[in-house]
C-alpha cells in the first residue's frame, strides 16, 4: 500500500537557518505529492506540490523536488522566520485507480520551531 | 485558494451525547468531502470519504454506526459523533474537493472534548 516517511522531529532552528525536512514514500503508480502545513489550532494549508518526476514545487521560499529515483520529496528553505513554526506533513496521492484513488496518505508530521 | 468552513471550532461535552459537526465549502461545490482525525502530535487518519447524495465510504477500523456521516448538498458535509465517549476526544477535520483528482482544501478543524 502507500506511505510517507517523514523525518521525525521536533527540528528547532534559528531564524535564517537553512531548513530541510525529509520525506520518502512508498506507491504504486505515479502520485502526486505533496507538503502542507498546520499551525497551531487549525486545519491543513498546502504548501506545495509536484505531480510528476523532476517537478519542483515551490511557494513562500519553500521548495521540494519529486525525485521518483529515491522515492523522496524533501522539503528545503534557505532562510526560515519565526512565522514558520508550525508543523509540516508530506503527503501523496494516487494519480488514478484503485480504491485509494483520490485519497491523501499522510506523513507522522515534523513539528519546526524556529527561534529569533 | 477555495474556503472550508468548519463549525464549531470546539466543543466541550458529557459523555453519552451526540455532537455534530459542519464542514462547508464556501465558494465551491464539493463532490467529494473527507473527515479525518488527529491525535496530538501525530499525523491525520483519514475516516470516511464522502461523496454527494451517496453513502459514505469508511475506512478500516472506524465505526459507520459511531460516526455517522452526511453529504446530502454540494456544499455541506456534517460528521456526528454519537453517544460519545472520552476516548472519542480528539481534532477532527475535513476537507473538500470538487473532484477525486483535484486538490483538497481543508477546515479549520473542531476540537472535540468528551468529559
Known amino acids: 500500500g502507500n506511505s510517507v516517511t517523514q523525518m521525525e522531529g521536533p527540528v528547532t532552528l534559528s531564524e535564517e537557518a537553512f531548513l530541510t525536512i525529509n520525506c520518502t514514500y512508498t506507491?504504486?503508480?505515479?502520485?502526486?505529492l505533496f507538503w502542507y502545513v498546520q499551525y497551531p489550532g487549525e486545519g491543513l494549508q498546502l504548501l506545495l506540490k509536484?505531480?510528476?518526476?523532476?517537478d519542483k514545487g515551490s511557494n513562500k521560499g519553500f521548495e521540494a523536488t519529486y525525485r521518483k529515483e529515491t522515492t523522496s520529496f524533501h522539503l528545503e528553505k534557505g532562510s526560515v522566520q519565526v512565522s514558520d513554526s508550525a508543523v509540516y506533513f508530506c503527503?501523496?496521492?494516487?494519480?488514478?485507480?484503485?480504491?485509494?484513488?483520490?485519497?491523501?496518505?499522510f506523513g507522522q508530521g515534523t513539528i519546526l520551531t524556529v527561534h529569533p | 485558494g477555495a474556503v472550508v468552513s468548519q463549525h464549531p471550532s470546539r466543543v466541550i461535552c458529557k459523555s453519552g451525547t451526540s455532537v455534530k459537526i459542519e464542514c462547508r465549502s464556501l465558494?465551491?461545490?464539493?463532490?467529494?468531502m473527507f473527515w479525518y482525525r488527529q491525535f496530538p502530535k501525530q499525523s491525520l487518519m483519514l475516516m470516511a470519504t464522502?461523496?454527494?447524495?451517496?453513502?459514505?465510504?469508511?475506512e478500516q477500523g472506524v465505526e459507520k454506526d459511531k460516526f455517522l456521516i452526511n453529504h446530502a448538498s454540494l456544499t455541506l458535509s456534517t460528521l456526528t459523533v454519537t453517544s460519545a465517549h472520552p476516548e472519542d476526544s480528539s481534532f477532527y477535520i475535513c476537507?473538500?474537493?470538487?473532484?477525486?483528482?483535484?486538490?483538497?482544501?481543508f477546515g479549520d478543524g473542531t476540537r472535540l472534548s468528551i468529559l
Open positions: 503527503a501523496l496521492k494516487r494519480s488514478a485507480g484503485g480504491t485509494s484513488y483520490g485519497k491523501l496518505t
Open positions: 476537507s473538500a474537493s470538487s473532484g477525486q483528482t483535484l486538490e483538497q482544501f
Open positions: 506507491a504504486t503508480g505515479y502520485p502526486s
Open positions: 509536484a505531480t510528476k518526476a523532476d
Open positions: 464522502s461523496n454527494e447524495g451517496s453513502k459514505a465510504t469508511y
Open positions: 465558494d465551491f461545490q464539493a463532490t467529494t
